[in-house]
């Protein structure tokens, strides 16, 4: 078995959804009469807030030879082996409240989570999208040390 080095969790506001799914659920139930409201708004209302800010929830794990990213919910598992790459680039979300590079001028954001370039030597190139807590892309520049840099 691999000795995991770093797990990184998904956002704390995928708990938040669930909690709130729940809530707008029972409210919805309690209060409608017509069933066809019901059903429409308990799948509209978490599916898009779902869309929007959570699409792209991870876990990642990372071992002496891959990083596994496990997407939620858990249906697809992506693993990346450190041998082959040359360097990682970059991108991230509206959401980084410490990188003063990319402020929130506007209301609505639009992008919610955080993009991995990843160059492998024979010169593929691979995007890949995450969103994990805030702090989490902190520890993956710091795992990946000077093989990481910002896309520009």
């Given at each position: 078995?691999?000795?995991i080095k770093l797990k990184i969790k998904p956002p704390i506001l995928l708990y938040i959804w669930i909690l709130g799914f729940l809530f707008i659920c029972y409210n919805i139930i309690k209060s409608a009469d017509n069933v066809k409201i019901i059903l429409i708004l308990i799948v509209l209302i978490p599916g898009l807030l779902y869309y929007y800010f959570l699409r792209y929830s991870c876990s990642i794990e990372?071992?002496?030879?891959?990083?596994?990213?496990?997407?939620?919910?858990?249906?697809?598992?992506?693993?990346?082996?450190?041998?082959?790459i040359q360097y990682i680039e970059y991108y991230r979300g509206f959401y980084s409240i410490t990188d003063k590079n990319h402020p929130v001028n506007d209301f609505i954001p639009k992008i919610c989570y955080d993009s991995l370039f990843i160059t492998y030597e024979n010169s593929v190139k691979e995007e890949i999208k995450i969103n994990v807590r805030i702090g989490g892309f902190k520890k993956i520049k710091l795992f990946f040390g000077n093989k990481i840099k910002e896309k520009k």
């Open positions: 078995m691999d000795v990372f071992n002496k030879e891959k990083m596994i990213i496990k997407y939620i919910p858990y249906l697809f598992k992506l693993e990346i082996a450190y041998e082959n």
